[in-house]
């Protein structure tokens, strides 16, 4: 073997699992997605209509250029500016082939001597990124006692001499806590010469109302905070796998820098797709139809999980519920169970940061996914989800 073997991210193992136990892959008509992490790709009510197609012209059959489509990153900067009156301009710009590549490049290229600090209950790649580029990572105990919501002085470093990164997701994957308004100031407040923030906000705008670190920061270019944003999820479409990376200039050189011999840019058609998607009277209806549709959804899986027996821990952003399971049940049992009716979550231990397998204090808590469900799937839900917990308690 050439290459060193490793396990594919968490998640993929329960969609092999389930693939072997129903016959079929996840998502397939029949199946119930809720261990999925993509959002409905159809026109939500109240939302507008989702661009059918995208002029493409002879100059987009180019190679596209190392930082991104002039015009996107135009788009995506005037966007920040309007909605989070923030100073950033396309320079601070940088776009990628998704919101992890984005993060990817910038651990990447992390001066060696920086320790990463982040919560050990995260999205579940942010492990897989730290351990295959050998980051040096320290854990902030996010869990029970602390409802999964850490005292932001937790993440600073032991000594103000010590440089380090804290890396988050807001709202977070996968317990849908938001940060906002005076924490989130405080959090951005933080960063400094020897403290930067990697904050990614795939799920910015699944909260009433949408949040961003980027109203908090008075000079982008002074500054060592990383703020990740995507297509992918608020935007509906995680097909065309556009991410983005704002901040300071010059760490936007060296990420293009990157790109002139790792990446190569990225697809100019998707580029394209993605400005139609922004479109500045779209944007607004989309700000209002987004948070409201899946609050509603939040607010109704909530309340029947609660009916029973699952012990909530979920925030009020995001698209899933954290939930935990009676006494001596595990997710990985809950598993089996629903693969029967062709179904599945995602296992609490795939999001434990310190991966503690089955004596993870998080063996007995499931990310519950309702992203990519229509409305009326919701009563059928709820009696499979039942019927699994009636079975295993």
Same mark, same amino acid.
């Given at each position: 073997?050439?290459?060193?073997?490793?396990?594919?991210?968490?998640?993929?193992?329960?969609?092999?699992?389930?693939?072997?136990?129903?016959?079929?892959?996840?998502?397939?008509?029949?199946?119930?997605?809720?261990?999925?992490?993509?959002?409905?790709?159809?026109?939500?009510?109240?939302?507008?209509?989702?661009?059918?197609?995208?002029?493409?012209?002879?100059?987009?059959?180019?190679?596209?250029?190392?930082?991104?489509?002039?015009?996107?990153? /135009?788009?995506?900067? =005037?966007?920040? #500016?309007?909605?989070? *009156?923030? @100073?950033?301009?396309?320079?601070? &710009?940088?776009?990628? $082939?998704?919101?992890?590549?984005?993060?990817?490049?910038?651990?990447?290229?992390?001066?060696?001597?920086?320790?990463?600090?982040?919560?050990?209950?995260?999205?579940?790649?942010?492990?897989?990124?730290?351990?295959?580029?050998?980051?040096?990572?320290?854990?902030?105990?996010?869990?029970?006692?602390?409802?999964?919501?850490?005292?932001?002085?937790?993440?600073?470093?032991?000594?103000?001499?010590?440089?380090?990164?804290?890396?988050?997701?807001?709202?977070?994957?996968?317990?849908?806590?938001?940060?906002?308004?005076?924490?989130?100031?405080?959090?951005?407040?933080?960063?400094?010469?020897?403290?930067?923030?990697?904050?990614?906000?795939?799920?910015?705008?699944?909260? /009433?109302?949408?949040? =961003?670190?980027? #109203?908090?920061?008075? *000079?982008? @270019?002074?500054?060592?905070?990383? &703020?990740?944003?995507? $297509?992918?999820?608020?935007?509906?479409?995680?097909?065309?796998?556009?991410?983005?990376?704002?901040?300071?200039?010059?760490?936007?050189?060296?990420?293009?820098?990157?790109?002139?011999?790792?990446?190569?840019?990225?697809?100019?058609?998707?580029?394209?797709?993605?400005?139609?998607?922004?479109?500045?009277?779209?944007?607004?209806?989309?700000?209002?139809?987004?948070?409201?549709?899946?609050?509603?959804?939040?607010?109704?899986?909530?309340?029947?999980?609660?009916?029973?027996?699952?012990?909530?821990?979920?925030?009020?952003?995001?698209?899933?519920?954290?939930?935990?399971?009676?006494?001596?049940?595990?997710?990985?049992?809950?598993?089996?169970?629903?693969?029967?009716?062709?179904?599945?979550?995602?296992?609490?231990?795939?999001?434990?940061?310190?991966?503690?397998?089955?004596?993870?204090?998080?063996?007995?808590?499931?990310?519950?996914?309702?992203?990519?469900?229509?409305?009326?799937?919701?009563?059928?839900?709820?009696?499979?989800?039942?019927?699994?917990?009636?079975?295993?308690?």
């Amino acid at each position: 073997m050439f290459l060193r073997e490793f396990p594919p991210m968490g998640i993929y193992e329960t969609l092999y699992a389930f693939w072997g136990a129903f016959g079929t892959y996840m998502g397939e008509p029949g199946t119930h997605p809720w261990s999925q992490g993509f959002p409905r790709t159809d026109r939500l009510p109240d939302g507008p209509p989702l661009p059918e197609t995208v002029t493409v012209t002879w100059e987009d059959r180019r190679y596209p250029k190392a930082w991104g489509h002039p015009a996107l990153r /135009e788009t995506i900067a =005037s966007y920040y #500016r309007t909605w989070y *009156d923030v @100073d950033v301009t396309s320079d601070n &710009v940088m776009v990628f $082939a998704g919101g992890r590549p984005a993060i990817v490049a910038l651990l990447l290229f992390l001066e060696p001597d920086i320790g990463v600090r982040i919560a050990s209950t995260e999205y579940t790649p942010y492990y897989d990124i730290l351990e295959r580029l050998r980051r040096d990572y320290s854990l902030v105990e996010s869990g029970v006692d602390n409802r999964f919501a850490p005292d932001l002085d937790a993440y600073a470093p032991e000594s103000s001499d010590e440089r380090s990164l804290t890396l988050l997701s807001n709202p977070c994957n996968p317990t849908g806590v938001t940060r906002t308004e005076s924490e989130l100031e405080a959090l951005v407040r933080s960063a400094g010469p020897n403290r930067g923030l990697l904050i990614d906000e795939a799920y910015e705008l699944f909260h /009433e109302p949408p949040v =961003s670190a980027l #109203r908090y920061v008075d *000079d982008i @270019d002074a500054s060592n905070v990383f &703020v990740i944003g995507a $297509a992918t999820k608020g935007l509906q479409a995680p097909g065309i796998r556009i991410g983005w990376v704002v901040a300071a200039r010059e760490h936007v050189e060296v990420l293009g820098n990157f790109s002139s011999f790792g990446m190569g840019g990225v697809s100019h058609p998707s580029q394209c797709y993605a400005v139609e998607l922004f479109d500045p009277e779209r944007i607004e209806v989309v700000r209002t139809a987004v948070p409201s549709f899946y609050g509603g959804q939040r607010d109704r899986y909530g309340e029947a999980f609660e009916r029973l027996g699952l012990e909530l821990f979920s925030g009020d952003g995001g698209f899933y519920h954290w939930c935990r399971l009676p006494e001596g049940v595990t997710a990985a049992a809950l598993n089996e169970r629903l693969f029967v009716d062709g179904a599945a979550v995602l296992e609490g231990t795939d999001c434990d940061m310190a991966r503690g397998g089955a004596d993870s204090p998080l063996a007995s808590f499931f990310r519950f996914s309702f992203g990519p469900l229509a409305p009326e799937s919701f009563e059928s839900d709820v009696e499979i989800m039942g019927r699994a917990l009636s079975d295993l308690t």
